[in-house]
């Protein structure tokens, strides 16, 4: 999709084409929307991570409530396609039950200690240092756990933005 595309959508498509950068926040989009037109993906990409700096903290932790626990999920709602795709990558889906086990206990803890899930992009990482990364995290202060998890939903966001516009318009 070239720039001229992204940048000329009316509002109804633009939301339903970028309403999932950010998990389940298609608010974001909404607002991103009226900052058209966009010089490239930096610029949009800048757009979305601005809406998310300026929020206050409980607009901050409210994006991290809108996720679903890394693995375990399916306890929960069902998972968007992307984030799917993305916890499949990383081996989350199909986890022994022991690993299973392990991380819905971590996630449990994270939950209590922080009162938000526990985010990560799990396109960089694995079934392995999921764990190892949560459990790091459980000890960091909230200020800093709240900075670190919105960090990762700006990963999350980069990835699933530049995937979009690799896309084939056709097939969004
Ligand atoms: N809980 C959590 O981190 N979920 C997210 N991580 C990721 O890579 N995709 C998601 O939906």
Known sequence: MDIEKF???????FVDVFGNVIER???IAAAVWSQQPFSDLEDLEKHFFAFIDALPQSGQ????RCHL???GSELQRPLTAKSQREQSGAGLTSLGADERLRLVELNAQYRARFGFPFVLAARFSDRTAVPRELARRL???PAQ???TALGEVKKIGSLRLADLLRADPAKL
């Open 25 to 27: 926040c298609p608010l």
């Open 139 to 141: 000890l960091c202060p």
């Open 69 to 71: 626990d890394l693995a």
């Open 145 to 147: 756990e709240l900075r």
């Open 7 to 13: 940048s000329s959508m009316d509002f109804g498509e």
């Open 61 to 64: 932790e409210g994006i991290l």
